[in-house]
């Protein structure tokens, strides 16, 4: 013998406290529909509430004068919205429609109707239950993906304009402020640790450093991109690491969410640090530089005086030998021939050290302009000399 294959019977629910419409709607289609007959409305509701399964369909069927009163309360109960709601009349003449309507009826069945007309009516009000649930939950998916869509488009916005606002931040300290405004967009409570080679920074929203997260984070700065323990999590880029201590560690998606959106901000504040560490480097170089050419200026003016001073001396000392040379020369009884002789040596010797003094004159005075060149640029308050001007110095180099 074949077994019988289950089809699932659709409940309806008959509020019927004469008896008038129940036998009718029984024989509708008995084997598609399981008639349950309900004295009263409380009796319907308190079945509805405790039934593993909704109803279907919820007849109401008694005196004109009751059943739009009945319909309104109905149409109020929690526990059966969405459950399409039919009013029985033995017959539809006379019977106000639009006030049916308002009442919160979805459609009228009249006892009167032929069997597969009354069949009809129930299927057309389930089929209209299941298109209306689908339909709603189609639009709550749209509206979950419309809101999703919003706060990640905020999220977005607020991290490119943090990533903006960044390149404006000076030190540390104010990079720190601006990092923590954007995070309050996300509701978490964090700390951070930035890294430099001059010195290192930590602090939370109070701008204050707590000394146990701040070894936390200098333990877990190698650990990897991500280290999650409990509801915090320290997120490492670079010279910064970021410890969010409340994770929503009930809601997956906005958990990983959140993951994915500060890794972009603890990236921005990583480029950021780097870049405020070669401006000091920068900084430290040019205050070298302008120190070194003061200190070559100074040595230059030494070196200057002391260049003018041997040159006098020198020019003396040639003066003084060759007064004693023509005075010694008198005395060594030489012929015409071997005094010039002497004289023109002398003489040569002599141009010959006036044309070193002239040529040491001449570097030493070009060397002095491109001192004072470099001691001009590095002084003029403009900042770090420009780079056609260190094309400049360069050339002269």
Known sequence: MAEEKFVAVDKIAVIDEEGLAFDILVGADPRQFEVIRFNSKVEMLSAAEGAEAPFSVICVCGEESKLFQLGEELSESGDIQGIPVLIVVSHDHGLDFLKALESGYDDVIDLSMAFDEISLRLNKAIFHRVAQSQL???????????????????????????????????????????????????????????????????????????????????ELKDKGRYVDFGERCVINYGAVSLLIKNMPIDDEKKYGAIKDNLITLVQGTDSRVKSLEAQKSLQIERDFMSKLTS??????????????????????????????????????????????????ILKKGIESINHLYTDGARIDENFHKLINHLTSQF???????????????????
């Open 295 to 344: 200190r070559l200026q100074e040595v230059l003016e030494n070196l200057d005086e002391s260049f003018q001073m041997v040159m006098k001396q020198s020019t003396e000392l040639m003066d003084d030998l060759t007064l004693r040379f023509e005075e010694t020369i008198m005395f060594l009884d030489l012929t015409e021939e071997q005094e010039s002789t002497l004289e023109t």
């Open 136 to 218: 709603k939950s189609t639009a709550d998916q749209a509206r979950e993906m419309a809101f999703s869509a919003m706060s990640d488009s905020s999220d977005l916005g607020n991290n490119i304009q943090f990533l903006l606002n960044c390149n404006y931040c000076d030190n540390l300290d104010e990079l720190g402020q601006m990092l923590f405004q954007s995070l309050q967009n996300y509701q978490v409570h964090c700390s951070v640790q930035m890294r430099s080679i001059y010195g290192d920074k930590n602090m939370e929203e109070t701008g204050l450093a707590k000394d146990l997260e701040s070894r936390l984070l200098s």
């Open 379 to 397: 002084k003029s308050g403009d900042g770090a000399p420009r780079g056609k001007t260190l094309q400049e110095l360069s050339s002269r180099l």
